[in-house]
């Protein structure tokens, strides 16, 4: 192909809002947001989230009337995160495991309500341990692999038994799709149906700090990391292995987070695998949008709308992101 102007004149084609839209090479849909959302304890409460401007922690109550918008903007699932009372905290997060626990409850009375609304829970044991690692550490603070496992396969049974409809295991310890799927195919009831989306190419990442402040696990983390699990933002390759073991192992969808930064990732595994592919654009990227805006450096609802964009460009089938309500009301509006 040889083009060459004036033969050729790429402006034709930007004129009018017409023909831009139909030469426009990716779409958004509503069908492609994920609202993410944090539950607490209590009645009546919808707490502001310090450094997510306009993100709150919902009680039961206001949860139920989140979701009802959620239904009625389009938005096909919602990710909850709890927010633990740190009395209920420990060292093997064993709060993550009790079947009357606070995301079971709420997943039930959601289920109950919205059976239309689909549900995807963080299965993770950091919302629920006293240090906030993902895991159950040794002595020498290491998460040991095999023992979290057998947590979190218990912690995806319950949840799955509440009614859960996809299990999202963020923890990053080996192996742990293929445990959860086997408890899922060996079980009693219809937890065949239960779906896994995997946190495959998760970075140790520092764009996580405000979530770690909306779960309250940020506290006990104090200055220690994650990257004796999580990935080095060094690597890509890596991130291929990564995802092609969960996919071995049994999961129905990947996901890559953040978001933004590892735009190169996201098409990487789209390109390599043609699986559904997540993207899961997170709370520090929320933060810069919001806090650039309220600064006047950029316009908030542009500028979101862009990186939705941009994920769809580079192969995203589905985002996890804060700004899911707003860019679905702007959908509706056409
Ligand atoms: C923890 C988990 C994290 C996020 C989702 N699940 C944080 C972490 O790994 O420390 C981050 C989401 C966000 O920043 O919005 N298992």
Known sequence: M?????????????????????????????????????????????????????VYRYSLDQLLLLCETCVNLGIPAIALFPYIDSAKKDHEGSEAINPMGLIPTVVQDIKSRFPGLGIICDVALDPYTSHGQDGIPNLEGYLQNDLTVRQLVIMSQVLVEAGCDILAPSDMMDGRIGHIRRMLETGHGSKVHAMIMSYSAKYASSFYAPFREAVGSGSALGA????????????????????????????????????????????????????????????GEYAMLRAASAAGYLDYDRASWEVMQAFRRAGADGILTYCALDIAARLLKG
């Open 224 to 283: 220690t990391d994650k990257k004796q699990y999580q990935m080095d933002p060094a690597n890509t390759d890596e991130a291929l292995r990564e995802v092609e073991m969960d996919i071995n192992e049994g999961a129905d969808m990947v996901m890559i987070k953040p978001g933004l930064p590892y735009l190169d990732i996201v098409r990487r595994v789209k390109d390599t695998f043609n699986y559904p592919t997540y993207v899961y654009h997170v709370s």
């Open 2 to 54: 040889r083009l060459e102007y004036p033969l050729h004149r790429s402006r034709r084609t930007r004129r009018s809002a017409w023909v831009r839209s139909m030469v426009q090479e990716t779409d958004l849909s509503v069908r492609n947001l994920i609202l993410p959302v944090f539950v607490r304890e209590g009645i009546g409460i919808r707490e502001p989230i310090l450094n997510m401007p306009s």
